[in-house]
């Protein structure tokens, strides 16, 4: 009973909170409970542009608001209608015409089971303040009478500062005299003469509101005492003495009453001649020691009164003519409060009795309301509800009886209201905890698994564990009164299910937890302490193990010195915003600097543990500069010491400090290095040049680098001396034969040391007893003239200046000035080497005769001419430069089979001299280049037609050419089989290869010949075709000026195979290819072509542009004629006429040649080649020869040709009409598929499908 008696009190304690009393869940059923008000006054203020009167309630079911004000039902505006939002009672009012809102409101939240109200909520909106228009008369008093200015100031939004100022806004001068009192008014004690202005302001401003608003000014006309016939210079007299008296507070006692805390204020304000003083006393007691004497004495003040300051207070106001007083009677107040704590919710079972005590204080005593549901409280002595004044009883509490009961105390000074629940009610138990519900503990840490239980009366709990009814025991178990089960340190066998078990006398409820047992976060591999250069990246590595169930919650946070480090990942490392990048544990810090040195912590965390390690990260950066410089003299002024103190190394020791000097004489505003100085020591003695201004700075440096320099030492002047060396690297050059030009690199500025500098130029002949030649010069050069050509000299130059000459200089020696070489070298004698080198010797010059330092030889040749072509002049002109001494040289680059003539001179450095006589040399023939071009095409199933131009450059005499080829496997690209042979005949551009395989894939090298050898090859593929391609005979062809039409006729067993008829334009080398054609057609028309121009048609098995066409032809578009001389052509009957004559004798010249053919006489077709020479190059090279333009092979809408490089198709500018002639006339053919006839007028293209033999194909 006990325990059980235990348990219901800490239920009860557990069920009450201190802001709202009794804490129920919101799934039990329950009265509304107030949770958010707007608290205290509300004052609007001119800029805000809502009002928001908040008003939040919890219930079970959700509360329903309502709103009064001053009393009366008020609808709000702008409220939210949702009821299950907890802000739907609050209300928004906007500045729009806000003062009609003004009023004291007062919210109710209802639902079924009570009314809970909030305490009165009153707003108000202040107006604008200001000042009312008025005139106001000068105020006239006679010097030493009393004058209060009113000031009367608006109301306005709290706090209200007001200031006497005059217009010009100068302050009105305030003392003992003249004052502000507390209600704004401005007092004289007495009035004087230099209280005459015009322009007394009275200004109140408004902080809270940012407003400032002016009164009207007002006049003081202070009338003298002085008779108007005085004059000034006599005595003053003075206002009469007059006794004091009170302008502020008025009679004899003031009555003053105030809360406890706020600020005290008594205020006498006297008047009288001379000005009285105030002195202040309480009657019976000391003044408190928080008394403070504002307004010079007239203003004494408390902080937050207490009820003992209360009492007669009296200010006495005295002067030489005697005194006045003035009693206050100060009474503290306070409005209702709480004397513990607001009357507390409560829950009780059905039967019990209930009291309600109102404990309240104030003064004067409050007077105590009660209401039930906001609805007025009646004492019912016959029933069971009992009201005594601070008390509400209720015997033998019914269900019925629930409800929100208000308790409201208020006095002259305010109010407090509480909303107490009363819940009478009998429930079993409610386990308001999650049933199997998931707990996680750290190995060795300390749980407390939730069993929330409600239930009236409060319930008994009891855990088990395993489903068993057991309760749970041990020493590191322990059930709190809450219902809570605290295991201590955990164990892996403490994982499973514990059982929760509540019941009262209405029931009983269980639930299980589940328990797991987690391993710990551990760091495995911490970071490490470490040392990084300042500006580069530092990496501190941080691994852990952890549970992997706890995977998803597990992170690495890093802490500098206790700050948590803001991270970026590297996907963002992009976004410069951080310096800190961490992956897979490690931190990297970006371009380290000094405030990244410190303690780096590593916590490994899960949702349930962490664990950490540190780690110190030392930054090593350059050395700050050394400070207070110091100077002091040696030996002389120019030898000083100079010495510092170290700046801070920054973890790295200091290896060096170098000392800097500036002067502003020559190199203003640059700093030169002077002395480097150990880094263990902090002075330097420094050697000085003389008459230079100097200033110096030291920087340290270190294993990071150089720190920054010291602040400059201030000026230090040395003397002036004589230099202290004379100039060095002398040079002798001779520009021109008969003189020596000497220069030397000066002094620098610096060096100078004195004002005055020269130098002193000395030289005499090498070997030549005879005396110096002295010279003074300023500059830092010189020129001996009328000497002897190349002559050696000896010269010393001394540096001097106004206060002395240097040291004895050395002696250097050089030579006189050059001439172009006097003689030519002889007997020179050339070896052809080969077809390009050339190996050419000579008798070199005698050195007198060089006339100078040798620079060499240079050997000229000219190429005259190409044996190839004596007639064609070339005289190509070649030289190169042999330095040195030397009586031979190769000479390479020649051409091979040419005339060529050479030439040797010496050259020194004022140039060449004569050259040799010529000698003549012809080169032998070498091998030719490669040869232009290679072509395989017309490939049948077991030949392949191939094409070639000769070599450009021959080197030579062509005596033919060298053929190999192989068949290649086309799947592994090895050679199978190879074939060799010579083809006779410099002039032969063609060859039908025979005896080769069908459908296999041939692989050609072509070279050229001299009778030196044979050139480089030339390569080209192809393949052999099928059987079951088509095999066409007498393949012709007919062109007008923008149309072609090819005919063929095709074999018996080829009447239905397919080809493709391709042709380019030989200008820009752009492929068309026609789609698929049955060869049974007989005759393919291109159309669209330009008249005038070279194209290429070939006759193809594939829609592919490879060598191995059927056919290939070079034809040329007619010129087209005139329009005006077409159509009156066409239209003449007479060229009918004409053209059908015409057709005639074509057709017997036809049969003629016809009779010719059978007895085996061949027509030549030579008129093709003289048209078209070189037609195979046309348009093409060796490496874009039949390649596509473009490698999308897509056929083009609406044309039966398509575009291989994207162009536009061929517009089908001819009519189909008017070329059935050619289409169905078609042409005669001898046996063996040889062209016999066309149409007259048109010129032939022949080509022959079999040719007869291996050379070029003549018919």
């Not at 700046?647 to 200091?654: Q, R, Y």
Request: aromatic share 8%; hydrophobic share 35%.
């Amino acid at each position: 009973m006990r325990l059980a008696g235990s348990l219901h009190l800490a239920l009860l304690l557990a069920l009450t909170s201190r802001a709202s009393g009794l804490n129920i869940p919101l799934e039990v059923e329950q009265p509304p409970t107030i949770v958010t008000q707007t608290s205290g006054p509300i004052i609007a203020l001119p800029f805000d542009n809502v009002v928001t009167i908040r008003c939040e309630a919890k219930g079970n079911p959700p509360p329903e608001y309502r709103w009064t004000k001053d009393g009366q039902d008020f609808i709000p505006p702008h409220i939210t209608t949702n009821k299950r939002d907890l802000t739907g009672g609050t209300f928004v009012l906007h500045s729009k015409n806000l003062i009609q809102f003004q009023g004291k409101y007062r919210c109710y939240a209802s639902n079924k089971l009570g009314t809970a109200i909030t305490e009165e909520i009153e707003l108000s909106v202040p107006s604008v303040p200001k000042f009312p228009k008025e005139e106001i008369n000068p105020l006239v008093v006679k010097e030493g009478e009393p004058v209060v200015l009113k000031c009367n100031p608006p109301a306005g939004v709290p706090p209200r500062q007001i200031y006497w100022m005059s217009i010009g806004l100068q302050h009105i001068e305030q003392d003992e005299r003249v004052s502000m009192g507390t209600d704004g008014n401005l007092y004289f004690s007495n009035a004087l003469q230099k209280d005459n202005r015009p322009d007394y302001c009275c200004y109140a401003a408004f902080s809270k509101i940012r407003t400032i608003v002016q009164k009207t000014a007002m006049a003081v006309v202070v009338k003298s005492l002085k008779p108007d016939n005085e004059s000034a210079n006599s005595s003053d007299a003075s206002p009469p003495v007059r006794i004091p008296g009170l302008l502020l507070p008025s009679g004899v006692q003031t009555e003053k009453v105030l809360l406890k805390g706020e600020e005290l204020q008594l205020e006498c304000i006297p008047e009288g001649f001379p000005t009285p003083t105030v002195k202040w006393m309480k009657l019976g007691d000391k003044l408190p020691t928080r008394t403070k004497f504002l307004s010079f004495g007239k203003l004494l003040t408390i902080s937050a009164v207490e009820e003992r300051d209360q009492g007669k207070y009296k200010c006495i106001a005295e002067n030489s003519a005697g005194e006045v007083d003035h009693y206050f009677d100060v009474i503290v107040e306070e409005p209702p409060k709480w004397r513990t704590e607001p009357p507390q919710s409560q829950l009780t079972v059905t039967g019990s009795d209930v009291h309600i005590k109102c404990s309240v204080g104030g003064k004067p005593p409050p007077d105590i309301t009660w209401r039930r549901n906001g609805e007025f409280l009646r004492d019912d002595p016959e029933g069971n509800l009992r009201v005594f004044d601070d008390t509400v009883v209720l015997h033998n509490a019914r269900p019925e009886d629930s409800a929100v009961y208000q308790c409201e105390a208020s006095n002259s000074h305010g109010s407090v209201l509480a909303n107490v629940n009363i819940m009478i009610m009998n429930m079993p138990p409610l386990i308001l905890t999650r049933d199997y519900q998931e707990y996680a503990v750290i190995l060795g840490g300390d749980i407390v698994m939730n069993c929330s239980v409600f239930g009236s009366p409060p319930p008994n709990i009891l855990w088990a564990k395993n489903d068993t009814l057991k309760p749970i025991e041990g020493d590191r178990f322990f059930p709190f009164h809450n219902g809570s089960l605290q295991i201590i340190s955990a164990k892996k066998d403490d994982s499973g299910n514990y059982m929760c078990a509540a019941s009262n006398m209405e029931g009983k409820s269980t639930v299980t937890a589940v328990l797991d047992v987690k391993d710990p976060t551990k760091i495995v591999n911490p970071p490490q302490d470490m040392q990084i250069v300042s500006g580069t990246t530092a990496q501190l590595m941080c691994q852990a193990e952890h549970d992997e169930s706890l995977k998803s919650t597990f992170e690495v946070v890093w802490r500098k010195d206790g700050e948590e480090i803001p991270l970026s990942s590297k996907e963002n490392s992009s976004v410069q915003k951080f310096r800190y990048f961490v992956d897979d544990g490690m931190l990297q810090i970006m371009s380290v600097n000094l405030s990244d040195q410190g303690i780096y912590t590593c916590i490994a965390r899960t949702s349930l543990d962490e664990d950490n390690a540190t780690a110190l990260l030392t930054v090593l950066d350059v050395p700050d500069a050394p400070r207070n410089l110091h100077i002091s003299e040696i030996k002389s002024p120019r030898n000083i010491s100079l010495s510092w103190i170290p700046g801070n190394d920054h973890n790295s020791s200091i290896t060096e400090f170098i000392v800097e000097y500036g002067e502003n004489k020559w190199h203003s505003g640059r700093w030169t290095e002077l002395q480097k100085v150990p880094g263990n020591q902090a002075t330097a003695e420094l050697a000085l040049y003389g008459h230079l201004n100097y200033q110096f700075r030291v920087y340290a440096v270190n294993a990071v680098g150089p720190g920054p320099p010291s602040e400059p030492t201030e000026t230090y002047k040395t003397p002036p001396a004589a230099p202290d060396r004379n100039p060095e690297n002398i040079k002798i050059q001779g520009h021109l034969p008969h003189q020596m030009d000497i220069s030397w690199e000066p002094l620098l500025p610096i060096e100078h040391n004195g004002p005055g500098l020269e130098y002193k130029v000395s030289y005499r002949k090498l070997g030549v007893e005879e005396p110096w030649k002295d010279h003074l010069v300023i500059r830092h050069s010189f020129v001996v003239r009328n000497t002897t050509t190349f002559v050696p000299y000896e010269i010393k130059i001394q540096s001097r200046n106004s206060h002395g000459s240097g040291p004895e200089p050395k002696v250097v020696t050089g030579y006189s000035g050059e001439d172009v070489p006097a003689a030519a070298p002889q007997d020179i004698a050339v070896e052809v080497i080969n077809t390009t080198l050339l190996r050419v010797s000579w008798t070199p010059v005698p050195p007198v005769t060089v006339r100078g330092h040798l620079g060499g030889y240079n050997v000229h040749w000219i190429r005259k001419w190409s044996l190839l072509n004596p007639n064609k002049i070339l005289n190509v002109r070649q030289s190169l430069s042999f330095p040195g001494k030397r009586n031979h040289a190769i000479v390479p680059g020649l051409e091979p089979f040419s005339k060529y003539t050479l030439t040797v001179s010496v050259f020194n450095k004022k140039g060449n001299g004569p050259r040799s006589d010529m000698v003549t040399f012809n080169t032998p023939e070498g091998v030719p280049g490669q040869v232009h071009m290679l072509s395989a095409s017309n490939a049948q199933e077991d030949s392949i037609l191939l094409g070639w131009a000769p070599p450009r450059e021959t080197n030579g005499i062509l005596t033919g050419y060298l053929l190999q080829y192989h068949l290649i496997n086309e799947t592994s690209l090895e050679v199978v089989d190879s074939q060799e042979m010579n083809i006779s005949g410099a002039d032969t551009t063609q060859w039908r290869l025979q005896g080769l395989e069908g459908g296999r894939l041939y692989q050609f090298h072509l070279c050229a010949c001299t009778r030196a050898g044979c050139g480089p090859p030339r390569t080209q593929e192809a393949n052999t075709i099928t059987t079951e391609l088509p095999a066409l005979l007498n393949i012709s062809s007919y062109v007008s000026d923008t149309f072609a039409k090819i005919s063929w006729t095709a074999r018996e067993e080829q009447q239905d195979s397919q080809l493709y008829v391709a042709y380019m334009n030989n200008r820009d080398g752009n492929w068309w290819i026609s789609e698929a054609v049955n060869t049974s057609q007989s005759f393919h028309i291109i159309d669209g072509l330009k008249p005038g121009t070279v194209y290429t048609v070939r006759l193809m098995a594939k829609r592919l542009l490879d060598n191995a066409s059927i056919f290939e032809e070079v034809i040329q578009t007619r010129v087209k004629a005139a329009k005006g001389q077409q159509t009156d052509f066409s239209t003449q009957g007479w060229f009918i006429g004409t053209m059908c004559a015409v057709a005639l004798l074509t057709l017997v010249a036809l049969m003629a040649c016809f009779v010719r053919r059978n007895k085996g006489g061949k027509y030549a077709v030579k008129e093709k080649e003289d048209l078209h020479p070189d037609v195979e190059s046309q348009g093409m090279n060796d490496d874009t020869f039949c390649e596509y333009s473009d490698s999308d092979e897509k056929p083009l809408k609406g044309s039966s040709m398509c575009s291989l490089n994207g162009n536009d198709a061929v517009g089908d500018s001819v009519s189909r009409d008017s070329l059935v002639d050619y289409a169905d006339g078609g042409g005669e053919f001898d046996e063996d598929g040889s062209f016999i006839g066309e149409y007259s007028g048109l010129k032939r293209r022949v080509s022959v499908s079999e040719p007869s033999g291996p050379g070029p194909v003549t018919a």
